[in-house]
């Protein structure tokens, strides 16, 4: 019986929204603050290896003399080499790494200091070659110094990039073990934007300074990477692991490795779908990584060997960067409905067409402007479009092995090419930067097309299930990484 002038009891205020992943729970300050500290990462880390690098070392190479052979064969043949035989070791030591601040932060605390060090020294080698001639002037002569320099130059560049491999493979692989997976659609359009916006920033604001004022650009680079880095692994912390799998229960490492190592390969190359998946995205980067390498070449013939005709140059760069940012916000929603197989191929099939227009139509400036934007377009349309190809396609139990092995696949072919490719530019012309994206993607395309047969005979969009692997509903947010209307899901109980 209700008394009629009874007054309702208080109803407690609603719990704050809150988000797990593993043994972390995060309120909405929280995560955002987590956001910020990897998105930050993103950007400085990009700003390094998209723009400074990529861009100064080929001009310090041609001002001592070397060609864009030597150039091509360290940064494609010697460092993938050295990237096939490390990064699955890297990644392995990674997952199975216990300490008292987690698996992955540990090796992005050792080497960010080292590397900004090491930076800072690619940036000023001809200095330092120079200090050591006046201190051993006996033993360097003045002709000495330039080859000191040069041999500096390309010793301190390998080592930056085999130290670079830390953050290119652990800061990925920190991505789902502290997002929730709801929310990692939505980090990884933020992801692709703030990868641009480091690319964007050197090429609009500081590539015109690059011929007079390496050293500061180097030193700028260095700085903002170690900030960033060392505030990411402060102020993001991970959850608490289980402890690793035992590989061989004798106890004996040797045996142990052994049988790790057979059973990663026995996982990653057995079957012919997974053969398919890493070589139509080992082609693409045999194509692009030799086209973004030496494209600076091209630029110079065309733009002339400036301080103006760099800003010049960096000016279409920077309009790319602008049109990458709008395409991987456009693909947020469309990314939903449409499966990264179908949009690998169909940007494969854009990108050989703007790379065959490149090639037969670029001959003045106003024609590189637009081809060379054009080319880029398509490009960010496969790498938006692509970008959740791994998780679709790939098993989510050993998603970071097979992920690895795809890495080594890529890694060894560019190795493969990347030397061949300098010879080309140098006994051709720059020119040819664009008939070897053409052939290349021509090749990606057949790949594309023989992957895509094969993951409809083995059930397509409706009923795919990985090679190898028990059908399981995968979670909902990892599934498609522009997902950015994942449903959330309820918070699993855990700690921060």
């Known amino acids: 019986m209700t008394l009629p002038y009874a007054t309702p009891a208080p109803q407690p205020p609603p719990s704050p929204k809150t988000w797990s992943v593993g043994t972390l729970t995060y309120t909405r300050r929280q995560l955002a603050e987590v956001f910020v500290w990897l998105l930050l990462g993103d950007f400085c880390l990009h700003l390094m290896d998209n723009g ?23 940064a494609l043949t010697l460092v993938n080499a050295l990237y ?4 699955p070791i890297v990644s392995t030591w990674s997952d199975r790494t216990r300490t008292k601040i987690g698996r992955r932060r540990p090796f992005l605390l050792v080497t960010a200091p080292m590397l900004a060090i090491v930076l800072v020294m690619l940036g000023f080698s001809t200095q330092i070659a120079r200090f050591a001639q006046s201190l051993m002037p006996g033993l360097i002569s003045t002709t000495g110094v330039a080859t000191l320099a040069l041999s500096m130059t390309a010793i301190l560049f390998v080592a930056f990039k085999l130290l670079d491999l830390f953050p290119q493979s652990v800061y990925y692989y920190l991505w789902p073990d502290v997002i929730p997976p709801e929310l990692l659609g939505t980090f990884g359009a933020l992801f692709r934007v703030f990868y641009a916006a480091g690319s964007l920033t050197f090429n609009w604001y500081l590539i015109g300074l690059a011929k007079e004022h390496p050293e500061e650009i180097y030193l700028l680079a260095a700085g903002l990477y170690l900030v960033a880095f060392l505030f990411l692994v402060w102020r993001v912390k991970e959850p608490e692991y289980p402890p690793p799998p035992t590989v061989d229960s004798s106890g004996n490492r040797v045996s142990g490795f052994v049988a790790l190592t057979k059973q990663y390969f026995r996982d990653c190359f057995s079957h012919p779908f997974y053969w398919k998946y890493f070589l139509a ?23 002339g060997d400036t301080p103006e005709g760099l800003q010049a140059y960096g000016n279409v760069l920077g309009r790319k960067d602008l049109i990458w940012i709008a395409i991987y916000l456009a693909l947020v929603p469309i990314m939903t409905n449409l499966h990264p197989v179908k949009a690998g191929l169909i940007g494969y099939l854009l990108m050989t067409v703007a790379a065959a227009c490149g090639m037969l139509f670029i001959h003045d400036q106003t024609t590189f402007a637009v081809f060379t934007i054009i080319t880029f377009g398509a490009v960010g349309l496969y790498l938006g479009g692509t970008a959740a190809i791994g998780p ?6 050993k998603y970071g092995q097979f992920a690895s092995a795809g890495a080594v696949v890529f890694r060894l072919s560019v190795a493969l090419v990347g030397t061949f490719s300098g010879a080309i530019i140098t006994s051709f012309g720059p020119r040819y930067v664009y008939a070897w994206l053409f052939s290349f993607l021509l090749l990606g395309c057949v790949l594309m097309v023989l992957l895509y047969w094969e993951w409809q005979k083995l059930g397509g969009e409706k009923s795919f ?17 522009f997902d950015a209307k994942a449903t959330e899901q309820p918070p699993r109980a855990g700690r921060t």
Do not use: H, N, W
């Open 52 to 74: 400074v690098v990529p861009t100064l070392v080929p001009l310090q190479f041609e001002s001592m003399g070397a060609s864009p052979t030597l150039y091509t064969f360290l």
């Open 281 to 303: 995205m080992a082609v693409f980067q045999c194509a692009y990584q030799p086209f973004i390498a030496t494209l600076i070449y091209f630029g110079k013939q065309i733009y």
């Open 84 to 87: 096939v035989v490390l990064v």
């Open 392 to 397: 679709r396609l790939l098993p989510k139990d």
């Open 465 to 481: 299930v990985p090679p190898g692997t028990e059908p399981t509903t995968p979670p909902r947010g990892f599934e498609v990484v």
